[in-house]
């Protein structure tokens, strides 16, 4: 009687078992690879001995492993998906919702103060005929806050990501609306002559015109002199707001001379920048025609 030796029959066991664990890897198609893995590496430490058991384990094992590394396709699409670029449709409708909640910032919010304050400053302003130190003092306080606000919500806006479409409309709708008002309620109660406020608000309007004129060929940044000009305006502004009397009150005309020199010189800046910046956009445009037509 001939014997069969233990190890080819352990070997021959093995590989089968193997192999039967590495068919229903293959068929199962949600854990794909690990499954895959495993069966092959049971077919390489199910067999020791040698023999054809032991090979037909391994082969076993190895189309275990294939079929593993076939079975997800889902996955393999998905990691296609992000090496295009695509963004899947949820996460586009959840950018768009952090989007339309992300109006309520504080910068926002800050913008949003400083369009109510207007009607406040106005009714402060005009409290009691015009010339009540108790109400002119009230008015300057809502102007300040109004004009401390304004340093700060482009600046929270800028650093922690909270630009938005409504923030590039409403901020320099605001600058203006509390500028303009006082500048008018201070000409109306005949504390500032009229043609201080129309330069000044003439020359908001102009720069604002000339962006708009320009913007298909650039954007006309914001200078250091603009940005003096708006805090001498501001220091100005508020000190014809308050009834002072003696030194300050000629302080304040000082003060108020210097503002409209800086109007006048930052708003014939502008104009050069938008005429420079208009010429640099035209000949850019004909330049590329002109290569696109070579």
């Not at 402060?124 to 102007?143: E, K, N, Q, T, V």
């Not at 008002?181 to 201080?196: E, T």
């Not at 308050?242 to 708003?267: D, E, F, I, N, Y």
Request: charged letters at 15%.
């Amino acid at each position: 009687m001939t014997g069969v030796p233990a190890s080819a029959a352990g070997g021959s066991s093995g590989a089968r078992r193997a192999a039967a664990g590495a068919a229903a890897a293959a068929s199962t198609a949600a854990p794909g690879k690990v499954a895959g893995t495993a069966a092959a590496r049971a077919a390489d430490g199910g067999a020791p001995g040698a023999g054809p058991g032991a090979s037909s384990g391994r082969h076993g094992g190895t189309a275990g492993a294939t079929a593993a590394d076939e079975a997800a396709p889902g996955e393999a699409a998905g990691l296609d998906a992000q090496d295009d670029g695509k963004t899947p449709r949820g996460a586009k409708i959840a950018a768009a919702a952090v989007n339309q909640a992300s109006v309520w910032n504080i910068a926002n919010l800050l913008t949003m103060l400083r369009l109510v304050l207007v009607p406040a400053f106005v009714a402060l302003m005009l409290a009691d005929g015009g010339y009540d130190p108790a109400w002119r003092s009230l008015a300057w306080a809502a102007f300040a806050i109004a004009m401390i606000t304004d340093l700060f919500d482009g600046h929270l806006a800028r650093a922690y990501n909270l630009v938005t479409d409504f923030g590039k409309i409403a901020d320099p709708i605001a600058d203006k609306a509390i500028m303009g008002a006082a500048l008018i309620c201070l000409s109306a109660l005949g504390d500032l002559p009229w043609w201080v406020t129309g330069l000044i608000l003439g020359r908001e309007l102009g720069v604002t015109l000339l962006r708009f004129w320009v913007i298909r060929y650039g954007v006309i940044p914001a200078s250091r002199g603009g940005k003096l000009k708006t805090l001498t305006q501001g220091v100005a502004v508020g000190m014809y707001v308050l009834a002072l009397t003696g030194w300050l009150a000629t302080l304040r005309w000082w003060v108020m001379a210097a503002a409209v020199v800086l109007t006048v010189v930052t708003g014939l800046d502008y104009v050069k920048q938008a005429i420079v910046l208009r010429r640099q956009g035209i000949a850019e445009r004909k330049a590329a025609l002109e290569e696109k037509e070579a």
